[in-house]
């Protein structure tokens, strides 16, 4: 397979594992809306959903095949003839349709989810990647529960699917179970001990069950993988999925590490907005990257050495991703340079003995109230004039 090695391919699954959260369903006019800005972010998948699940999910893997002509559109599927004819079906009008089809790997889901045996299970991965291959060419195959799977076993479920026909290999961490290290060392293994692995892409799909989801595919792609599977805001089951927007920009920070994607990450906030407001599900404040707070300083030595050199205390320029400005907040942690930007950005200029004066005043004002607004400052300068 010829592509860039150094490419990360974005597979975005926030129409499908996202919107699996209870309270976020959509309508299919809000996945279309959704998918188009993604096009525009610059994703290389989208996950539309998985159709034989419900007709709503069908038509909209149909609806969003018809409205986007770059993103490949991709439907998931279990590994069965039923779930996959579905998904063909769905994807008629895809320009680049995949397959997203896959079963458990680890001994806890052949034992305890499919009360199977480790052949049986390779037979059934086989005969569904063969199967999807015969409508559809570009086929990805995740073997679920990879994070807890003996890695022996699982080389060999990647090789004998390759040699079936399976572009994408997605090794998730279906539990958020994994260290960085443990999970790097899985790839690693995959890309040294699979005979026939330059066939494929390695994938790396990761849940946040332990907060570990954006370190575990960091980890993932130093080891070999090329294709990240993510949300926008990290939404999806339980604690949720990779954020795209912390890969991304992780990857953008970290030039170092000499891998790219293709996204426009000036979209990121815009997008996060809308994926919080129509699937009404806040964004934590101090959420990386689109957070309300990701760019607010608000103690003082912070504040300090921020307006001194913004790279002080910044490592992301907050237009990088599309956000408004950084904002330096006014609390009673804030210092006097933090005052004197605020007086001064409203068009007074004090000398060192009166911003003392007011900034005394400033932080008996501040102790009381939390949100020091514009008002509150004219209101002190009022209070300094009469004093003078």
Same mark, same amino acid.
Do not use: W
């Given at each position: 397979?010829?592509?860039?090695?150094?490419?990360?391919?974005?597979?975005?699954?926030?129409?499908?594992?996202?919107?699996?959260?209870?309270?976020?369903?959509?309508?299919?006019?809000?996945?279309?809306?959704?998918?188009?800005?993604?096009?525009?972010?610059?994703?290389?998948?989208?996950?539309?959903?998985?159709?034989?699940?419900?007709?709503?999910?069908?038509?909209?893997?149909?609806?969003?095949?018809?409205?986007?002509?770059?993103?490949?559109?991709?439907?998931?599927?279990?590994?069965?003839?039923?779930?996959?004819?579905?998904?063909? =079906?769905? %994807? @008629?009008?895809?320009? $680049?349709?995949?397959?997203? *089809?896959?079963? +458990?790997?680890?001994?806890?889901?052949?034992?305890?989810?499919?009360?199977?045996?480790?052949?049986?299970?390779?037979?059934?991965?086989?005969?569904?990647?063969?199967?999807?291959?015969?409508?559809?060419?570009?086929?990805?195959?995740?073997?679920?529960?990879?994070?807890?799977?003996?890695?022996?076993?699982?080389?060999?479920?990647?090789?004998?699917?390759?040699?079936?026909?399976?572009?994408?290999?997605?090794?998730?961490?279906?539990?958020?179970?994994?260290?960085?290290?443990?999970?790097?060392?899985?790839?690693?293994?995959?890309?040294?001990?699979?005979?026939?692995?330059?066939?494929?892409?390695?994938?790396?799909?990761?849940?946040?069950?332990?907060?570990?989801?954006?370190?575990?595919?960091? =980890?993932? %792609? @130093?080891?070999?993988? $090329?294709?990240?599977?993510? *949300?926008?805001? +990290?939404?999806?089951?339980?604690?949720?999925?990779?954020?795209?927007?912390?890969?991304?920009?992780?990857?953008?920070?970290?030039?170092?590490?000499?891998?790219?994607?293709?996204?426009?990450?000036?979209?990121?906030?815009?997008?996060?907005?809308?994926?919080?407001?129509?699937?009404?599900?806040?964004?934590?404040?101090?959420?990386?990257?689109?957070?309300?707070?990701?760019?607010?300083?608000?103690?003082?030595?912070?504040?300090?050495?921020?307006?001194?050199?913004?790279?002080?205390?910044?490592?992301?320029?907050?237009?990088?991703?599309?956000?408004?400005?950084?904002?330096?907040?006014?609390?009673?942690?804030?210092?006097?340079?933090?005052?004197?930007?605020?007086?001064?950005?409203?068009?007074?200029?004090?000398?060192?003995?009166?911003?003392?004066?007011?900034?005394?005043?400033?932080?008996?004002?501040?102790?009381?109230?939390?949100?020091?607004?514009?008002?509150?400052?004219?209101?002190?300068?009022?209070?300094?004039?009469?004093?003078?």
């Amino acid at each position: 397979m010829l592509h860039d090695p150094n490419r990360v391919y974005v597979f975005d699954t926030t129409l499908r594992d996202g919107e699996q959260v209870p309270g976020c369903q959509l309508t299919t006019p809000e996945k279309i809306e959704i998918a188009k800005e993604l096009e525009l972010l610059g994703v290389d998948i989208i996950e539309a959903g998985f159709p034989v699940s419900s007709p709503g999910d069908f038509q909209s893997v149909v609806e969003i095949s018809k409205a986007v002509k770059e993103p490949t559109v991709c439907a998931l599927t279990r590994a069965n003839k039923g779930d996959i004819d579905a998904a063909v =079906a769905s %994807l @008629q009008y895809a320009k $680049r349709p995949r397959i997203h *089809t896959g079963i +458990g790997s680890s001994d806890m889901h052949i034992k305890h989810k499919f009360n199977s045996t480790r052949e049986e299970i390779l037979e059934r991965a086989v005969e569904a990647v063969k199967y999807a291959k015969k409508s559809v060419e570009d086929i990805e195959f995740y073997a679920e529960d990879a994070g807890r799977a003996d890695v022996v076993y699982l080389a060999q479920m990647v090789e004998a699917v390759i040699a079936a026909g399976a572009t994408v290999v997605n090794i998730p961490d279906t539990n958020g179970y994994c260290l960085p290290d443990q999970y790097g060392a899985k790839i690693k293994f995959l890309k040294e001990n699979v005979k026939n692995i330059d066939k494929a892409i390695i994938s790396v799909h990761c849940h946040n069950d332990l907060g570990l989801a954006t370190a575990n595919s960091i =980890a993932g %792609l @130093q080891n070999g993988a $090329r294709q990240i599977e993510g *949300t926008i805001n +990290g939404i999806g089951e339980r604690a949720g999925n990779t954020s795209i927007e912390e890969v991304v920009m992780i990857l953008k920070t970290h030039q170092t590490l000499g891998l790219h994607t293709n996204i426009d990450s000036k979209k990121f906030y815009e997008l996060s907005q809308m994926i919080r407001t129509q699937m009404r599900m806040p964004v934590q404040p101090n959420k990386a990257i689109v957070g309300a707070n990701a760019f607010a300083h608000s103690s003082g030595i912070h504040q300090d050495g921020f307006l001194k050199m913004r790279e002080n205390y910044e490592i992301i320029r907050p237009e990088d991703v599309g956000f408004p400005s950084a904002t330096i907040v006014l609390t009673a942690r804030s210092g006097r340079h933090a005052l004197k930007f605020h007086l001064e950005r409203l068009g007074y200029t004090l000398d060192k003995e009166e911003l003392a004066f007011v900034y005394n005043n400033f932080l008996t004002l501040a102790d009381s109230k939390l949100d020091i607004n514009d008002q509150d400052l004219q209101g002190l300068m009022a209070h300094r004039l009469v004093k003078n």
